[in-house]
């Protein structure tokens, strides 16, 4: 075995085993995260692994909300493929698991799902996990390498594979600081079913065998175009207590500073066009109490979408922070403009396809590292809008709603660039199909 995962799995126990003390101590006091710690150490109810029907057994990670979007649309594929056959999912975040709890509520195949948070990297956790749940194929999704489980997997005889594979630009680099350590993982995983050229030639550059590699797009097309329903539009248009005559500006996935930035952007709006709602959603929903005050700050007063619907309450506020999980993309179907966030600040963007899907305008900042396949969809069929910063981003936003029939040019541009990508799911679901059929 290679010197680097030697280090790597060693290193990695002692910093496990320095630092679990302390932090279940701190989870038995304030209770947090005491509901899955045992799944994060790799302990899963004894007899869970023997009461999963079906075979073969598919385990697939997705660590956590968008990675669950395109493993949804994998998973569909895939028991179309192999009708016989069990899913785990796995997830590492809260709020991932949770999306994968209301997604699988509305699916045919639920039953066929057993989702469970993911074990940690540590090498005990990833070989009880593997013992108990004696997966026939282990499948990562976009960007999650982890050495312990994928090295673990390989020598117990599970066929290994990454799908729906993302490396950025700015992961890349990291990647490329430990690679040593991420080609010896590599080596142990038996496909690479990549979204793009450039995340094909990117995990090669870290590692990956060429023959091993191939492009499939971005599973989360399909998704994105079996969710839009027009009754989404109609819920929405109520909830949000709209009429056609009201302009709706969506700033979805915002981060930190991008806020100051859209809530001047609004103001600008609502001089020419002062009935405009604005619907923030921040990247993080922890952050919705700071958000609150800063809309106050700006002389705005404002609602919380997790208070919509109680009790009768309707929209009455000019503003509404989203601080809910998973409704983002359903939401944008009610948008007469939408800016994607992490774009005016240096942090790679988010997934301007979301609104494209719904024939929307979509504007977005000059930082889109993380979402490069996204924006070059766009901007071969004119769909996307880039804007250098806030003051290009209020021009855009202003022209757009004084220009609505130009709005619906760009936003049917920006839907047909989505649906020229459809089927990527089915692709990569083969990859997973031929590997176990080897």
Same mark, same amino acid.
């Given at each position: 075995?290679?010197?680097?995962?030697?280090?790597?799995?060693?290193?990695?126990?002692?910093?496990?085993?320095?630092?679990?003390?302390?932090?279940?101590?701190?989870?038995?006091?304030?209770?947090?995260?005491?509901?899955?710690?045992?799944?994060?150490?790799?302990?899963?109810?004894?007899?869970?692994?023997?009461?999963?029907?079906?075979?073969?057994?598919?385990?697939?990670?997705?660590?956590?909300?968008?990675?669950?979007?395109?493993?949804?649309?994998?998973?569909?594929?895939?028991?179309?493929?192999?009708? $016989?056959?069990?899913?785990?999912?796995?997830?590492?975040?809260?709020?991932?698991?949770?999306?994968?709890?209301?997604?699988?509520?509305?699916?045919?195949?639920?039953?066929?799902?057993?989702?469970?948070?993911?074990?940690?990297?540590?090498?005990?956790?990833?070989?009880?996990?593997?013992?108990?749940?004696?997966?026939?194929?282990?499948?990562?999704?976009e960007t999650e390498i982890w050495p312990n489980w994928l090295v673990e997997a390989h020598r117990a005889g599970?066929?290994?594979?990454?799908?729906?594979?993302?490396?950025?630009?700015?992961?890349?680099?990291?990647?490329?600081?430990?690679?040593?350590?991420?080609?010896?993982?590599?080596?142990?995983?038996?496909?690479?079913?990549?979204?793009?050229?450039?995340?094909?030639? *990117?995990?090669?550059?870290?590692?990956?065998?060429?023959?091993?590699?191939?492009?499939?797009?971005?599973?989360?097309? $399909?998704?994105?175009?079996?969710?839009? $329903? $027009?009754?989404?539009?109609?819920?929405?248009?109520?909830?949000?207590?709209?009429?056609?005559?009201?302009?709706?500006?969506?700033?979805?996935?915002?981060?930190?500073?991008?806020?100051?930035?859209?809530?001047?952007?609004? *103001?600008?709006?609502?001089?020419?066009?002062?009935?405009?709602?604005?619907?923030?959603?921040?990247?993080?929903?922890?952050?919705?109490?700071?958000?609150?005050?800063?809309?106050?700050?700006?002389?705005?007063?404002?609602?919380?979408?997790?208070?919509?619907?109680? &009790?009768?309450?309707? *929209?009455?506020?000019?503003?509404?922070?989203?601080?809910?999980?998973? &409704?983002?993309?359903?939401?944008?179907?009610?948008?007469?403009?939408?800016?994607?966030?992490?774009?005016?600040?240096?942090?790679?963007?988010?997934?301007?396809?979301?609104?494209?899907?719904?024939?929307?305008?979509?504007?977005?900042?000059?930082?889109?590292?993380?979402?490069?396949?996204?924006?070059?969809?766009?901007?071969?069929?004119?769909?996307?809008?880039?804007?250098?910063?806030?003051? &290009?981003?209020?021009?855009?936003?202003?022209?757009?709603?004084?220009?609505?029939?130009?709005?619906?040019?760009?936003?049917?541009?920006?839907?047909?660039?989505?649906?020229?990508?459809?089927?990527?799911?089915?692709?990569?679901?083969?990859?997973?199909?031929?590997?176990?059929?080897?």
């Amino acid at each position: 075995m290679h010197i680097a995962y030697l280090l790597y799995k060693y290193l990695s126990s002692a910093i496990f085993l320095l630092l679990f003390p302390p932090f279940w101590l701190y989870s038995y006091i304030t209770g947090r995260h005491l509901k899955n710690i045992n799944q994060r150490l790799g302990i899963y109810p004894g007899n869970l692994g023997n009461s999963i029907k079906g075979s073969p057994r598919i385990w697939i990670h997705a660590v956590s909300v968008g990675e669950v979007g395109a493993a949804m649309a994998i998973i569909e594929s895939l028991t179309s493929l192999m009708p $016989d056959c069990s899913i785990i999912l796995s997830t590492t975040t809260r709020h991932g698991q949770e999306f994968a709890l209301t997604r699988l509520r509305a699916c045919k195949f639920r039953s066929m799902v057993t989702p469970i948070f993911a074990p940690i990297d540590f090498i005990l956790s990833a070989r009880k996990a593997l013992s108990t749940l004696k997966p026939d194929i282990l499948v990562c999704l976009e960007t999650e390498i982890w050495p312990n489980w994928l090295v673990e997997a390989h020598r117990a005889g599970i066929k290994t594979a990454i799908v729906n594979g993302r490396i950025s630009v700015r992961s890349v680099n990291r990647y490329l600081k430990i690679r040593p350590l991420i080609k010896e993982t590599l080596k142990h995983v038996d496909a690479f079913s990549m979204i793009h050229n450039a995340d094909a030639r *990117r995990i090669r550059k870290i590692g990956a065998s060429q023959d091993r590699i191939v492009i499939n797009g971005n599973a989360k097309y $399909d998704l994105l175009l079996n969710t839009t $329903d $027009d009754t989404l539009k109609a819920k929405y248009m109520a909830l949000y207590n709209l009429n056609d005559d009201i302009p709706v500006f969506i700033a979805g996935s915002t981060r930190s500073s991008e806020e100051e930035i859209i809530l001047d952007v609004y *103001r600008r709006i609502i001089q020419l066009f002062p009935k405009t709602i604005l619907i923030l959603a921040p990247r993080h929903v922890e952050r919705t109490r700071h958000i609150e005050a800063l809309v106050k700050e700006y002389g705005f007063s404002c609602q919380l979408r997790s208070d919509l619907g109680n &009790e009768d309450c309707l *929209r009455t506020a000019p503003v509404v922070i989203m601080d809910t999980i998973g &409704e983002l993309q359903a939401v944008y179907s009610i948008a007469s403009i939408v800016f994607c966030g992490g774009s005016l600040v240096p942090l790679g963007g988010q997934n301007i396809l979301e609104a494209a899907v719904w024939g929307k305008p979509v504007l977005y900042g000059p930082s889109m590292e993380d979402f490069l396949d996204a924006k070059n969809i766009l901007d071969k069929t004119g769909g996307g809008i880039q804007v250098k910063d806030g003051s &290009e981003l209020a021009e855009k936003a202003i022209y757009y709603l004084a220009n609505p029939h130009q709005a619906h040019i760009i936003g049917q541009q920006a839907r047909n660039a989505v649906m020229s990508h459809k089927g990527a799911a089915n692709k990569h679901a083969l990859v997973i199909y031929h590997l176990l059929n080897q």
